[in-house]
């Protein structure tokens, strides 16, 4: 075991970390591509995608580090968590389950950012329980009938392409369920006003409908009622890799707390001298430490086609939202009043940080996936 960076990972690290503030701006105006062409062009937008098709072919570790150096740079979370979405969510997903041309188009459109996916299963009786989804896809000819809303799409409205999940078999639960490639322009699909979430602004999120959406049969991902599992193996991606944003964030904003606490005075001593705020900083430093740890053997786990990856993607996403959100509160009380200022973004840190507990499977979901990984 060794915990050292090989040579080409420094330097992807510091490259990245280098660009970060080419994307602290995210794209604001509704279908705005600026932030996320500039993204293409660092090769962000085809990180863990295949080499034939423009991608960066990077395993989960090494796109964990990539994340995580955006972040500790001042990338916008919001604008990574959109880009992460794109990658993980629907990326892993199309270069594994599409077929022929349009996994071709797709991924090589996703990997140059002319393409921008968001990914559909969520609808509003349908969160964690992700069996009891209510769209359904109907075979006619040569094409799918699409039916239903799915209630909370990252990069709605942005996207060009939706990873859409809907049943199969109705009443079959996760084995009569599918997955599709949903291009938006076809008619019957409709994106509703943009959702005014607290954190993450940086990402654009809405309620997606699809009315009679005829999709081309050659757009199902994976085999029919095989979507369950696709899903399930994006999700073990997307949990490894994706709290690097947060591990980086996380970073920064130690960094922050430190040189406060070194700088400011309160009862003629620095504030760092008083006990009870210089150990609040070494447990924030432990929480970071341990959860990135969990998070880069996970994504080593992925790298090795280990069957425990699963199990350990799972702790480590679990580990990365107790740790984002309580360092989140202790900067807050490091910084006092400041904290609580818009301006300085310390409070925005654990707003941003909240829905780690949500997405990709609620920490109640991840303890569950635990505890199955251990046999009980
Ligand atoms: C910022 C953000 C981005 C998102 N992006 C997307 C996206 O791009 N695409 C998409 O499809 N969805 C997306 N989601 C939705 C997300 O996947 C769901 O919110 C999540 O799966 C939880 O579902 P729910 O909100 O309906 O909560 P519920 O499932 O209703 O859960 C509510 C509470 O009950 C608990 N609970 C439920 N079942 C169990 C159980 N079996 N055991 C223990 N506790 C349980 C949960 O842990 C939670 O605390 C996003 C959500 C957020 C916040």
């Not at 932030?35 to 990180?47: P, Q, S």
């Not at 950012?113 to 329980?129: I, K, L, P, R, Y």
């Not at 199969?168 to 994106?191: E, I, K």
């Amino acid at each position: 075991m060794h915990f050292e960076l090989t040579g080409e990972q420094r330097d992807l690290v510091a490259r990245l970390r280098d660009s970060g503030p080419l994307l602290s701006t995210p794209d604001r105006e509704a279908g705005g591509r600026s932030a996320w062409e500039t993204a293409a062009k660092l090769g962000v937008t085809g990180l863990c995608l295949p080499e034939e098709h423009g991608g960066g072919g990077l395993g989960a570790l090494d796109t964990a580090l990539s994340f995580e150096a955006l972040a500790q740079g001042g990338a916008d979370p919001g604008l990574l968590f959109g880009l992460a979405a794109h990658l993980l969510a629907c990326g892993i997903v199309l270069a594994e389950h599409a077929h022929g041309d349009v996994r071709a188009d797709l991924v090589a459109g996703l990997c140059s950012g002319a393409v921008v996916a968001g990914n559909a299963m969520t609808e509003a009786q349908a969160g964690s329980d992700t069996s009891r989804i209510a769209t359904t896809a109907v075979a006619d000819g040569d094409s799918y009938l699409i039916d239903g809303t799915k209630s909370f799409v990252s990069n709605a409205g942005l996207a060009d392409v939706y990873v859409t999940y809907a049943m199969t078999t109705p009443g079959g639960g996760h084995l009569g369920m599918s997955a599709f490639a949903v291009p938006a322009n076809l008619p019957g699909v409709r994106v509703a006003e943009p959702l005014e979430k607290l954190g993450l602004t940086g990402c654009a999120a809405a309620v997606v409908e699809f009315t009679g959406c005829r999709v081309p049969r050659d757009h199902l991902l994976g085999a029919e009622n095989a979507g369950s599992g696709v899903f399930a193996k994006s999700m073990v991606w997307e949990r490894a890799c994706l709290p690097a944003i947060f591990v980086g964030v996380m970073d920064h904003q130690l960094r922050r707390c430190v040189d406060h606490v070194r700088g400011r005075r309160q009862f003629g001593r620095r504030l760092g001298d008083f006990q009870a705020v210089s150990h609040r900083i070494a447990v924030m430093k432990q929480r970071l430490e341990s959860s990135r740890l969990l998070m880069y053997r996970a994504c080593w786990l992925i790298d090795r086609d280990d069957p425990g990856a699963g199990a350990a993607a799972a702790l480590a996403k679990a580990a990365v939202a107790e740790a984002a959100v309580d360092n989140g509160v202790d900067a807050v009380k490091v910084f006092g009043a400041r904290g609580y200022l818009a301006a300085d973004g310390i409070g925005q840190q654990l707003l941003d940080a909240l829905p780690l507990h949500i997405f990709s499977g609620t920490t109640d979901i991840q303890r569950e996936l635990v505890v199955k990984g251990l046999g009980i």
